[in-house]
T-cell receptor, first 114, second 115 residues
Framework: SAVISQKPSRDICQRGTSLTIQCQVD?????MFWYRQQPGQSLTLIAT?????????ESGFVIDKFPISRPNLTFSTLTVSNMSPEDSSIYLC???????????FGSGTRLTVV | KQEVTQIPAALSVPEGENLVLNCSFT??????LQWFRQDPGKGLTSLLL?????REQTSGRLNASLDKSSGRSTLYIAASQPGDSATYLC??????????????FGEGTQLTVNP
């Protein structure tokens, strides 16, 4: 299965600022997924990112707040914009395995907004 | 609505005990089901993947079963150890798109194994 390097692992940010999270995959993948995990809750899909096209956002998530880039088949970024304390969460990227259709996740970014 | 439910929400056991974590899903038309482990503040580690055509998968002390007709999966952990303490998440993939699809996650079971 793919190996994903996610950065940063954690950050503490001031409200009103933005943070960009990076995910690098060791193989080419068609689709990458970005999830949010709020404290004490399970994972919620933010968007699906295809290379060369606009990301597809889930209900409740908008591009202005969570812009995503997907410049090539091994890399993607998620930006959390104009942050508020409610954005404090763990953010995770994920890719699917084309052979067994299982999913691999990055190590997560633990974001605290103060 | 496709939902995934995990019971119990939390479980505390003494070291060495065998235990079962439960996952139920509302739509039997699943593609596969995956069990993950999550340590506090960290990402997800895949434990076992069961395709819809399979009944169970085993890896070391872990065994996962799948019963599509009843909408249930169980994760069996044998001879539990303190290092097994983590949150265990069940996730279901409902579509057959080969290019990937969303996962629907349960709320997780927080397991504590006491020495």
């Amino acid at each position: 299965s793919a190996v994903i390097s996610q950065k940063p692992s954690r950050d503490i940010c001031q409200r009103g600022t933005s943070l960009t999270i990076q995910c690098q995959v060791d193989s080419q993948v068609t689709m990458m997924f970005w999830y949010r995990q709020q404290p004490g809750q399970s994972l919620t899909l933010i968007a699906t990112a295809n290379q060369g096209s606009e990301a597809t956002y889930e209900s409740g998530f908008v591009i202005d707040k969570f812009p995503i880039s997907r410049p090539n088949l091994t890399f993607s970024t998620l930006t959390v914009s104009n942050m508020s304390p409610e954005d404090s969460s763990i953010y995770l990227c994920s890719v699917g395995d084309i052979w067994d259709y299982g999913y691999t996740f990055g190590s997560g970014t633990r974001l605290t907004v103060v | 609505k496709q939902e995934v439910t995990q019971i119990p929400a939390a479980l505390s056991v003494p070291e060495g005990e065998n235990l079962v974590l439960n996952c139920s899903f509302t739509d039997s038309a699943i593609y596969n089901l995956q069990w993950f482990r999550q340590d506090p503040g960290k990402g997800l580690t895949s434990l076992l993947l069961i395709q819809s055509s399979q009944r169970e998968q085993t890896s070391g002390r872990l065994n996962a079963s799948l019963d599509k007709s009843s909408g249930r999966s169980t994760l069996y952990i044998a001879a539990s150890q303190p290092g097994d303490s983590a949150t265990y998440l069940c996730a279901v993939r409902y579509t057959e798109e080969t290019s990937g699809s969303r996962l629907t996650f349960g709320e997780g079971t927080q397991l504590t194994v006491n020495p």
